[in-house]
């Protein structure tokens, strides 16, 4: 069983940086791909970025969403149970409740592929 934790949310301006953090408990997160969600009102889910396992035969691979990147970098520290999220060059349309998950396999950018979620953390880029 695993929890999560986000945070690092907040305001920021349009042009601004955040850093996410998924703080997370229990056993094997390790094991477990990461992805980061974010969700918007009145839209869908969207998976924003994922990275493997640090256990992976592949390796560490990255996976991110069209729209972001080159402006959000996830990484993992294992000795810290932790998974942040950088994001650079925040626009408006980057607000969102932003969620990270846990899953047996990454780094899918589906929802359906994660077994465990933390309860969000709010970003708004507004002026």
């Known amino acids: 069983q695993l929890q999560l934790v986000e945070s690092g949310g907040g305001l920021v301006q349009p042009g601004g940086s955040l850093t996410l953090s998924c703080a997370a408990s229990?056993?094997?997160?390790?094991?477990?791909?990461v992805g980061w969600f974010r969700q918007a009102p009145g839209k869908a889910r969207e998976g924003v970025s994922a990275?493997?396992?640090?256990?992976?035969?592949?390796?560490?691979?990255?996976n991110y969403v069209d729209s972001v990147k080159g402006r959000f970098t996830i990484s993992r520290d294992t000795a810290r149970n932790a998974v942040y999220l950088q994001m650079n060059s925040l626009r408006s349309d980057d607000t969102a409740i932003y969620y990270c998950?846990?899953?047996?396999?990454?780094?899918?950018?589906?929802?359906?592929?994660?077994?465990?979620w933390g309860q969000g953390t709010q970003v708004t880029v507004s002026s």
């Open positions: 998950a846990a899953g047996l396999n990454g780094p899918s950018l589906r929802p359906g592929s994660y077994h465990y």
């Open positions: 229990g056993s094997f997160f390790a094991n477990h791909a």
């Open positions: 990275i493997t396992s640090a256990i992976a035969s592949s390796g560490e691979i990255t």
